[in-house]
């Protein structure tokens, strides 16, 4: 059984006020995520990717119950869509969320050895100078840095703060979005040597929200691409880059920057940019800017289309 089992989730923002929606006679809300689905094991990554605004951290913040979703989110076996708040106090110590800005999510006003214990004092643990000290030399900072404040901090050293207080309660599942976001190279290797490391000694499931494709490849089992708040391929993270089945999938690869300035390759351009949730395209939503679209795309829905390790919905894949 899958730590983590996800089906069918669905994610709506509202667009308009019931009279006013009433009066246009038009939906009140859209889906911002439609019909997501993917299972998480202990022990593994899987990373999501997708251009911005393509519903990856609307995924993220239902898991963790930030955002009313409907469809089915079972952690452990259990259903947690519906949990009440107590029952989301326990499920916060199993599991935690790496933010996206690692300065902006800590508090200015708390020092460093405060912020990294927090999660221990929210849960009714007691805390000690020993806690803060125990994980900031989990994620090789030093212990001196106990009594500095966020603004005194690196952007390598915020981030690591930032794991070592996700990783404070020893959490089953860590959702970790844009974990190398604004760092250089050096950095975002430190970062993931760091992730994979704790992920070995601990065993802790890591769902990994992400631009980068590069840190995609090298850190996850397996992979998902989404597209308008869906997804369009998933499947082993080898598989996909190897042989990807989706053009979009295509198009995403292709745009990843090469670190060897001597390489040459076709990049696959999408003409356009992604269509607004509020009015979906109808049959494929991808067709007006697929290079390989045929006719018959603007008006059939593709149907989901499993393939050994993989799955993809596209009429006519590559």
């Known amino acids: 059984m899958s730590l983590l ?38 022990g593994r990554t899987l990373g999501l990717v997708g251009e911005s605004g393509s519903g990856k951290s609307t995924v993220a913040k239902s898991l963790i119950g930030l955002q009313p979703a409907s469809g089915s989110i079972r952690y452990g076996g259990r259903e947690i869509g519906s ?9 916060r110590r199993e599991i935690s969320m790496m933010w996206q800005d690692p300065v902006g ?13 927090e999660p221990l004092k929210i849960q009714g643990h007691k805390r ?28 390598g050293q915020a981030r690591r703060v930032g794991v070592a207080r996700a990783l404070a309660l020893d959490p ?63 499947g082993l993270t080898d598989a996909i880059f190897r042989h990807p089945r989706h053009p979009y999938t295509e198009a995403l690869l292709s745009a990843n920057p ?15 940019e992604m269509p607004s949730p509020f009015w979906r395209p109808a049959g494929c939503e991808f067709h007006g800017r697929c290079p390989h679209a045929r006719p ?11 393939e050994g390790e993989r799955g993809y919905a596209c009429r006519y894949p590559l």
Not at 83 to 91: D, G, K, M, V, Y
Not at 258 to 272: I, K, M, V
């Open 296 to 306: 018959d795309c603007a008006d059939i829905v593709p149907g989901w289309t499993g």
């Open 5 to 42: 089992e996800v089906d069918h989730l669905e994610v709506r923002y509202r667009r308009l006020g019931r009279v006013k929606a009433a009066l246009r006679r038009e939906e009140a809300t859209f889906p911002a995520v439609a019909d997501v689905s993917f299972a998480l094991e202990a």
């Open 172 to 234: 089953k599942l860590l959702i970790a979005d844009e974990p190398t976001a604004g760092l250089d190279m050096s950095v975002q290797g430190e970062i993931l040597n760091l992730l994979n490391e704790i992920q070995s000694r601990t065993g802790v499931a890591i769902l990994v929200i992400t631009h980068n494709l590069n840190l995609v490849r090298h850190v996850t089992d397996e992979v998902a691409v989404m597209y308008l708040g869906r997804f369009v391929e998933q």
């Open 258 to 272: 090469s670190p060897n300035p001597d390489e040459r390759h076709g990049r696959t351009e999408l003409s356009g």
């Open 83 to 91: 949990a009440s708040q107590s029952e989301w106090q326990r499920l």
């Open 128 to 155: 000690s100078s020993d806690d803060a000290d125990r994980l900031l030399s989990m994620v090789g900072l030093s212990t001196d840095l106990g009594s500095r404040y966020p603004h005194q901090l690196s952007g």
């Open 105 to 117: 999510s800590l508090s200015p006003r708390l020092s460093i050895a405060s912020l990294v214990t």
